[in-house]
């Protein structure tokens, strides 16, 4: 791709961390994964955007949650940079949170096998997501993303999160084998 040519997202993150809140539960406990998802932009120039990230991803019942912290650096021409923020038609979910979850996908993973408690699915910010497989099933709630008249600054993207707006959309729950 040109595009890949021509832009870097380089991630810092500053928090990772995965907490089991129920003992008596399992990895093939059956649940929601609900996601919250707050960007702030802390600085542009002409080829470059930082935004802070956050992104907690919980479960109904309240068996395990998710959460990475860190900064994004967007380096690129400015169309290239704006594709990255842009939200596609058939989602409401921006690029550059897509870039950050497939990249951090590896390590939620791992530690959720460790901890033995459900793993959200790799698909889980596609509207939507079924699968035939039960470990490959995620019920997942897409975010809703917010924009501001700042453009990027302020996005925030939720599912019963800060503004309450979002409204769940079903898919297949993740069950037991």
Known sequence: MSERDSLSIQLNLRTLSVDKLDENTNRNTPVTFRVNVKFDET????????????????????????????????????????RVFATPPDSKVPNLLFEIYDRLYTAVYVTSSILDV?????????SGV???????????????????????????????GASGAASPESATPQGSQ
Request: charged residues 25%.
């Open 130 to 160: 079924q699968s035939e497989k039960p470990m490959e099933a995620a019920q997942a709630e897409t975010p809703m993303v917010e924009r501001g008249a700042a453009g990027v600054a302020g996005m925030k993207a939720g599912v019963a």
């Open 43 to 82: 600085s542009r120039k002409v080829e470059e955007t930082t935004v802070e990230f956050g992104i907690t991803v919980s479960t109904e019942p309240s068996i395990a949650r998710f959460g990475v912290e860190g900064l994004a650096v967007v380096k690129g021409k400015a169309g290239d940079i704006e």
């Open 118 to 126: 459900p793993c959200p699915s790799p698909l889980l910010l596609k």
